[in-house]
């Protein structure tokens, strides 16, 4: 999909289509005077209202478009005061569905009547994720031809806009590119059946991507696994005939500047284990290694963006099965930090893949912040639902700058708690620490504090994002499948830390 910026909406006569964006007010400031025409015929019929999330298509053949009709579509936006980054990703991706099911691939984009009610590099992003994200598909294994596969796709969007706004436009534009990119990547990473992505061929494929964009890779092999003394790490890798890999990637001088750290879940099948999951619907555990698709999505964005701090994105990479080698509940292993843990259910064994992958973080690189994602508890989606991603965290100001990236990317984070109680949930009987916490309630919480325990020291957030990683039906820009999650608020992080430092006039954390 190509983008291109045009001053003059009616100058499309090549084109196939037109999509004008509209507020529930109905207003028609700004629009050209037939397409005005056209919205006043509308709204007296009363057919569209301008909800967020709803289109009308119809056919435009007066004023200028008169000898060659196009088709025009109006995309909702819903309320005025409502707007931002979000309502315009949400209606650029319904719209996108619709221009894909017209068969149309050359279509112009009006922006002169939103044009003044948002930063114009914001709404050049959000447009370009709008449509990108929801453009996205994933048909490598079927069969059909490519020329077949690629039927009805959009070539071509030419956003129109004011000269004065054009410049702005245009950054938004390359930004959405870059933040579009590396989430399909990560969603791609997740849809790949398990069977094409145990942790030794998923190494390679995101080895090749960082070398591809320029970044260090460094994936380190059960051996050396084992030479680091990461035993909780290796006790879920145990049952499978598939070793483990640590894949390491490195943006920017990590070694004169501390980077700021992502850390990512990446069980490439799950299926609990010996404490074994029930069958129905296990198939979706492809999924579970949707945190650390995020943190690689997130490294190959960053690899284009170039921002003033180093990245150090790890994916700690394990696949979760039955085996005669296999971890019992009951067993007792030393993590890296030394801390003895109690396995008592094989199912929570995330938890243990990440105690090792946030102390190496942790020591291996001093980051002046560690970030987790991880698809985590179930628990946590009897909390928040399938929308919302849980966000656990010890350092205010980290707290806040995921929120705000959160907001901005539509990926939604909700505040939840880590009191002490959930830490001594999590005391092991015989050992230092208990993989569960053997109550019922608060499931999510009592995970976040296991996890705590290795970040001490260390401005760390943990995102559970077992809800949102994926969804089984399409929504407005998420096809359905892997969502990519996180990789945008990561991104989003990356881009603005240094901004954020220099306005507070101080490092970060002090
Ligand atoms: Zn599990």
């Known amino acids: 999909m190509r983008f291109t910026i045009r001053d003059d909406s009616s100058n499309v006569q090549n084109l196939d289509g037109i999509v004008v964006f509209i507020f529930d007010d109905m207003s028609t400031e700004g629009l050209n005077p037939s397409i005005k025409k056209k919205l006043l015929d509308i709204r007296s019929r009363n057919v569209f209202h301008g909800k967020s999330g709803e289109v009308y298509t119809t056919f435009i053949n007066s004023g200028k478009f008169k000898t060659n009709p196009k ?115 990560a969603r791609d990473l997740i849809n790949i059946p398990s069977n094409e992505k145990r942790p030794p061929v998923l190494a390679s494929m995101v080895r090749r991507m960082a070398l591809r964009e320029g970044l260090r890779c460094k994936i380190l092999d059960e051996k050396q696994i084992k030479d680091l003394k990461m035993s909780a790490f290796l006790a879920v890798a145990r049952g499978s005939s598939a070793p483990p890999r640590l894949v390491v990637i490195e943006y920017g001088d990590t070694k004169k500047t501390r980077p700021i750290s992502f850390v990512g879940k990446g069980i490439t099948f799950d299926t609990g284990g010996i404490s074994v999951k029930p069958s129905s619907g296990m198939e979706n555990m492809t999924t579970d290694m949707s945190g650390s698709a995020a943190v690689f999505g997130a490294m190959k964005s960053i690899a284009q963006l170039k921002p003033k701090v180093p990245v150090v994105g790890i994916g700690v990479l394990a696949e979760n099965m039955l085996g005669g080698n296999a971890t019992r ?98 005391k092991g009987k015989i050992a230092d620490l208990c993989n569960i916490s053997g109550v019922r309630w608060g499931g999510a919480n009592s995970a976040a504090a296991f996890l705590q325990h290795f970040t001490v020291g260390t401005p760390w957030v943990h995102l559970d994002i077992a809800g949102p990683s994926h969804v089984s039906k399409r929504k407005e820009y998420k096809p359905a499948g892997g969502t990519g999650v996180g990789t945008r608020i990561l991104t989003g992080l990356a881009k603005d830390w240094k901004r954020l430092n220099a306005q507070k006039g101080k490092a970060f954390g002090t």
């Not at 970030?371 to 205010?396: E, K, Q, S």
């Not at 100001?397 to 959160?406: F, T």
């Open 71 to 185: 088709t025009l579509f109006f995309s909702g936006l819903g309320k005025r005061e409502d707007f931002g980054a979000e309502k315009i990703r949400l209606s650029s991706g319904m719209v996108t569905q619709k221009i894909t099911y017209e068969g149309l691939s050359n279509i112009a984009v009006d922006l002169n009547s939103i044009i003044p009610s948002l930063n114009s590099q914001v709404l050049g992003q959000s447009i370009t994720e709008g449509f990108l994200l929801s453009d996205y598909r994933f048909d490598r294994f079927k069969s059909s031809k490519k020329s077949e596969k690629d039927k009805n796709r959009i070539n071509e969007v030419v956003v129109c806009v004011r000269s004065k706004f054009s410049n702005g436009v245009k950054k938004g534009i390359t930004l959405g590119k870059i933040f579009s990119d590396g989430t399909n990547y």
């Open 329 to 426: 509940p009951g067993d007792i292993v030393r993590s890296m930090k030394g801390t003895t843990i109690e396995i008592h259910n094989t199912d929570a064994e995330g938890r243990l893949v990440l105690a090792d992958g946030l102390h190496y973080a942790k020591t291996k690189y001093k980051p002046q912040c560690m970030i987790n994602l991880a698809t985590l508890t179930g628990a946590c989606m009897v909390a928040l639902g399938t929308n919302l991603t849980g966000m656990y965290g010890t350092h205010d100001e980290l707290i806040e700058r995921v929120r705000e990236q959160g907001d901005f990317a539509g990926d939604h984070v909700w505040h939840m708690p880590l009191h002490a109680e959930f830490g001594k949930m999590m």
